[in-house]
């Protein structure tokens, strides 16, 4: 129970923390940087832990080919910015993987493993096509340490949403669990509507 306890507090204060920063740690340097920058905005943020919240709920090989996924392709994404290649608006398809993916874990849907992987990967993408382009290309850190800056604060985001994952497998936690994804969800839309800020 204290594990619990402990997990959902964690959320809440990142949370909180992400609403009022609003992206602040761009002007970090390097390594620093990179780290803060998944933290400092809800987009990123909520979308990471959502992907180890439903890996837990696909269970199996999902709960770490999930996050692999995510973050290898994230780094792809990276450097597809790098390139100076235009992959579309990142932010609406950033929001729009917070939408999708609030919703599955809000129905606990069960999709084949290869098209979860395949999903999360997508999105992944635009969220490191937007760490690049924001932290490396309009504020000119150094690309290899800005990278490890974020793979690292993603990989913790992604070890949060699947701690607090398996802290609530009993029935009222996965209830807890499903009403969290419609948070998200519910975020996203409201990130939409322009009352909140990424």
């Known amino acids: 129970m204290k594990y619990k306890k402990f997990f959902l507090a964690s959320i809440l204060v990142l949370m909180t923390s992400s ?4 992206h602040p ?3 970090n340097n390097g390594l620093a940087g990179g780290f803060i920058h998944p933290f400092s905005g809800i987009d990123h943020l909520l979308a990471m832990i959502a992907v180890g919240l439903w890996a837990v709920q696909l269970g199996g090989a999902a709960l770490y080919l999930l996050p692999i996924s995510f973050v290898s392709v994230m780094v792809f994404g990276g450097l597809l910015a790098k390139l100076g290649l235009h992959i579309g608006d990142p932010d609406a398809f950033i929001t729009t993987s917070l939408l999708v993916l609030g919703l599955l874990i809000a129905f606990a849907a069960r999709l084949p493993l290869i098209a ?3 999903l999360v990967g ?3 993408i635009f969220h490191g096509y937007a760490h690049v382009t924001e932290g490396v ?3 000119g850190h150094s690309m290899a340490e800005f990278a ?3 793979v690292a604060a993603t990989i913790i985001l ?3 949403g699947i701690a607090i994952g398996l802290s609530l497998k009993n029935r009222t936690g996965a209830r807890l669990v499903r009403l969290a994804g419609a948070g998200i969800a519910a975020c996203a839309v409201l990130i939409w509507m ?3 800020q990424t």
């Open 122 to 124: 997508l999105f992944a």
């Open 148 to 150: 490890v800056g974020f």
């Open 19 to 22: 609403i009022a920063s609003a």
């Open 194 to 196: 322009g009352w909140i």
């Open 116 to 118: 979860g992987t395949g």
């Open 25 to 27: 740690g761009h002007g």
């Open 137 to 139: 290309l309009e504020q």
């Open 158 to 160: 992604h070890c949060i």
